[in-house]
């Protein structure tokens, strides 16, 4: 189908900013659409249910896998996330591009699902930069953070995985060439 929206899957690791790029991508072209996940986690202070995720209990998660309402789903630090599937293929059946904002495994499962999604690496300028914002954020303790920066280096690792890597150097830069590519055939 000509008209079908592009499914654009944003991996990278936890604290490289893919949340401020991606705001900033939809900012700049509001046709593009976010996905909002399912979680099981706590939410944070700053959190707002069914905008930055929709949060739900561990039984009603598991409820939702067993009724096949996810694109995907995966764990993550002891938690699990999914994609709604129906709000996606809305979207996509009415022309919209989407966005996912997703781990490594769920990108991997959606690529296996959907050859046709496009996989987006947001890296880092650095390891350093990176371990600098997961920091600065501290909305974790220090364990919680360890245990990111450890899943960060094996995230890392699977850039190469990637369609394409966009450097987050610059938020505006970066936003700029996610739209290109949400617009790309
Ligand atoms: P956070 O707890 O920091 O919001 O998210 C932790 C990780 O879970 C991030 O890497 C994020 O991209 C990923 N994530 C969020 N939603 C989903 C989802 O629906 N599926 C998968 N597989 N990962 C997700």
């Given at each position: 189908?000509?008209?079908?929206?592009?499914?654009?899957?944003?991996?990278?690791?936890?604290?490289?900013?893919?949340g401020?790029?991606?705001?900033?991508?939809?900012?700049?072209d509001?046709?593009?659409?976010?996905?909002?996940?399912?979680?099981?986690?706590?939410?944070?202070?700053?959190?707002?249910?069914?905008?930055?995720?929709?949060?739900?209990?561990?039984?009603?998660?598991?409820?939702?896998?067993n009724?096949?309402?996810?694109?995907?789903?995966?764990?993550?630090?002891?938690n699990?996330?999914?994609?709604?599937?129906?709000?996606?293929?809305?979207?996509?059946?009415?022309?919209?591009?989407?966005?996912?904002?997703?781990?490594?495994?769920?990108?991997?499962?959606?690529?296996?699902?959907?050859?046709?999604?496009?996989?987006?690496?947001?890296a880092?300028?650095?390891?350093?930069?990176?371990?600098?914002?997961?920091?600065?954020?501290?909305?974790?303790?220090?364990?919680?953070?360890?245990?990111?920066?450890?899943i960060?280096?094996?995230e890392?690792?699977?850039?190469?995985?990637?369609?394409?890597?966009?450097?987050?150097?610059?938020?505006?830069?970066?936003?700029?060439?996610?739209?290109?590519?949400?617009?790309?055939?």
């Amino acid at each position: 189908m000509t008209d079908q929206g592009r499914l654009v899957v944003v991996v990278g690791p936890s604290g490289v900013g893919k949340g401020t790029v991606i705001q900033r991508a939809l900012e700049l072209d509001p046709a593009l659409w976010l996905s909002i996940s399912a979680t099981a986690r706590e939410p944070r202070p700053d959190e707002v249910n069914g905008v930055d995720y929709h949060f739900v209990s561990r039984s009603a998660f598991v409820d939702m896998v067993n009724a096949d309402e996810f694109l995907e789903w995966a764990t993550y630090a002891g938690n699990p996330y999914g994609t709604p599937r129906q709000a996606v293929e809305d979207r996509l059946h009415a022309g919209q591009s989407v966005i996912l904002e997703i781990d490594l495994a769920g990108a991997r499962h959606v690529k296996a699902a959907l050859p046709e999604a496009l996989l987006v690496f947001l890296a880092p300028p650095s390891f350093e930069v990176l371990e600098a914002r997961l920091r600065d954020r501290a909305t974790e303790d220090e364990d919680a953070i360890l245990r990111r920066l450890q899943i960060a280096k094996v995230e890392l690792a699977a850039e190469s995985e990637c369609d394409y890597v966009v450097i987050n150097e610059d938020v505006s830069t970066a936003a700029a060439e996610l739209v290109e590519l949400a617009h790309s055939s």
